[in-house]
């Protein structure tokens, strides 16, 4: 089989991979959706999926077509009925002229996981366009991994839009948001979401062992946890995350500890607290300071940390009794770079 799979967005194609994976199926990923406007939401949606795509070594196709004239064109007499007239057909039509000319057998979408889109319909229309172009639809009922993909998206800190894609849907009056309920599949109920909260810690010395899995002095700690503030990210009433920032001038601060549960590392949890904690500094403060070792480079990096600053030779070894390890990497020297909290 091969799958070309139409992808509306990163955060609705996290469960359809995943699941299709799991499958031992690769799909392909299809980008064509000029029902999206404004270009700012075209272009980030855009994006965000071939940063998604590229980060999970997925092959992606991306037909650029910003169609907002054609859709007014199309729409604009009968906008209740513009999913199903419109917007369903003119992606699904061209997925399957694409797969037709490349080689593909098979089709599917992302939008089959949405409990908010119109599910039966496009799955009739999938079967329908798929045969007219001598393919296979591949139809799965991705919406019971509806709330189990966003989590996951929003953990790994995809753009999460706000809208379904239009100019139309931008616009709904809250009041027909409200009757927009998600439709599920049979017996399937949804579980609700813990929420991730981020709070202030007044009671600091309560965490102490949370923040020697960092820095295991605590001496050190010490030194700087007085002056510094600490806030953590909480899913429900866990603590998963926490963080130490230090105001060392009037217009810059530096990232003294960040640490995470074990039990929720690799989860994105870090870079969610820590870019909470820079868009709430850079009213005031200009600029944030990280030290870190050689192995942590890259992640403070893509975090924004992108100006290097100074190294301090052999800080490990002068302000610590016992060998610090990190990995496999022996710490001898703490590298600091920076980040430009005005920065866009």
């Known amino acids: 089989m091969r799958l070309l799979m139409h992808t509306c967005c990163a955060p609705c194609s996290v469960y359809c991979i995943d699941s299709l994976r799991k499958e031992k199926i690769e799909p392909t990923v299809y980008w064509y959706n000029p029902n999206i406007?404004?270009?700012?939401e075209?272009?980030?949606?855009?994006?965000t999926l071939k940063e998604y795509a590229k980060s999970i070594g997925i092959e992606a196709v991306f037909h650029e077509e910003y169609g907002l004239d054609e859709f007014c064109k199309n729409v604009v007499c009968d906008l209740q009925n513009r999913c199903i007239n419109y917007c369903y057909k003119v992606r699904l039509e061209d997925t399957a002229k694409y797969a037709k000319q490349n080689g593909y057998d098979t089709i599917t979408t992302t939008l089959l996981v949405s409990p908010y889109q119109k599910h039966e319909f496009i799955h009739e229309l999938g079967d329908k366009i798929a045969k007219e172009y001598g393919l296979e639809f591949l139809y799965r009922d991705f919406r019971v991994g509806f709330r189990e993909g966003q989590a996951k998206a929003r953990e790994l800190g995809l753009y999460m839009q706000k809208y379904c894609g239009c100019v139309f849907s931008e616009y709904i009056p809250k009041d027909d948001c409200k009757s927009l309920k998600p439709i599920t599949p049979d017996g399937y109920e949804y579980q609700k979401e813990p929420r991730l909260q981020v709070k202030r810690i007044e009671n600091k010395d309560d965490y102490m062992e949370m923040f020697l899995e960092a820095d295991p002095s605590e001496e050190m700690v010490h030194k700087y946890l007085s002056n510094s503030d600490v806030y953590a990210l909480k899913k429900e009433d866990e603590i998963i995350c926490i963080a130490v920032i230090l105001p060392i001038?009037?217009?810059?601060?530096?990232?003294k500890n960040i640490v995470t549960k074990e039990e929720y590392r690799n989860k994105g949890y870090a870079k969610i607290l820590l870019k909470s904690l820079c868009g709430n500094y850079k009213q005031k403060y200009e600029k944030m300071l990280v030290g870190t070792t050689e192995n942590n480079i890259p992640f403070y990096v893509k975090q924004g940390f992108d100006k290097y600053e100074k190294t301090i030779k052999n800080f490990f070894i002068d302000n610590y009794e016992e060998e610090i390890n990190d990995g496999e990497l022996v710490c001898t020297d703490m590298i600091y770079y920076s980040k430009n909290l005005k920065k866009r």
């Open 42 to 47: 075209y272009k980030t949606r855009r994006d």
């Open 37 to 40: 406007h404004p270009y700012i």
């Open 249 to 255: 001038s009037r217009k810059v601060l530096e990232l």
